[in-house]
């Protein structure tokens, strides 16, 4: 189940998603240029989280595999004390996870706004978003950190330019549970996503059908919805194969 995972994202894992940093950055440019709305903070708060955890994880992992293939891949070499490995397997987990659960709280944030208003502008405040957001963060580093807590070490991976949980020569429950346990809470961050998005629009539709006043609030309501319908979209892409193969 494991093995087949490596054999078919190795090779170019560590640059699979260059759409997401792109699609990010413009829906937060989008979104700063409504900042002053209320109803817009703490979207764009979480845009922000989303972009700047995106973009670090591209730019480590990116900048890791560029000195991986100019040192020939060979690993024996330039990490003799596999530290470089488990950095590089610790900011894959990390930088995959923390998009996917802050992609989950912007659906979830949007559907109370759309679902209970009043409840969203009296209770939801930009210090709880930051709250959250960092509790995702921290979540996200926990797992990516479970390995070395268990004393277990990231491992290269059969295409020896990137590093992951042990895949190939699964020893006992603990290497399955880490593997099973990303792929779990990968593929529950997107349906999370579905079912709010599609809780939010299907209420947006209801509201449009039955009365044409405030207009302009649900259309400002609409938009946030592509746009996380767009993340949902790519994230769905990109990262469903390697979770359920995983």
Not at 19 to 31: C, G, Q, V
Not at 115 to 138: A, D, Y
Request: aromatic share 12%; charged share 15%; hydrophobic share 45%.
């Amino acid at each position: 189940m494991a093995s087949g995972a490596q054999s078919s994202s190795t090779p170019d894992t560590a640059t699979r998603w260059p759409t997401m940093p792109s699609l990010a950055i413009a829906i937060l440019m989008k979104a700063y240029q409504r900042f002053r709305q209320k109803s817009k903070a703490s979207f764009l708060l979480l845009a922000s989280g989303l972009v700047i955890t995106d973009f670090f994880g591209h730019l480590i992992n990116g900048g890791i595999a560029v000195f991986v293939y100019a040192s020939d891949k060979d690993w024996i070499r330039f990490d003799q004390s596999n530290i470089l490995c488990s950095v590089f397997g610790i900011s894959m987990v990390f930088s995959g996870l923390c998009p996917l659960f802050l992609g989950s709280v912007m659906a979830i944030e949007r559907c109370i706004g759309v679902t209970n208003p009043i409840f969203h502008s009296t209770k939801i405040t930009s210090k709880h978003v930051k709250m959250i957001l960092g509790g995702v963060c921290m979540f996200a580093i926990f797992v990516a950190l479970l390995p070395i807590l268990g004393h277990r070490d990231y491992q290269i991976q059969a295409s020896r330019t990137w590093c992951f949980y042990n895949t190939e020569h699964i020893e006992d429950w603990e290497d399955r549970f880490y593997l099973l346990f990303f792929s779990f809470l990968g593929l529950l961050a997107l349906g999370v996503s579905f079912l709010c998005n599609a809780i939010t629009g299907v209420t947006l539709l209801r509201v449009k059908f039955k009365s044409q006043q405030h207009r302009q609030g649900r259309s400002h309501h609409f938009e946030m919805v592509i746009q996380l319908l767009a993340i949902m979209c790519v994230s769905c892409i990109c990262w469903s194969p390697f979770l359920v193969r995983s």
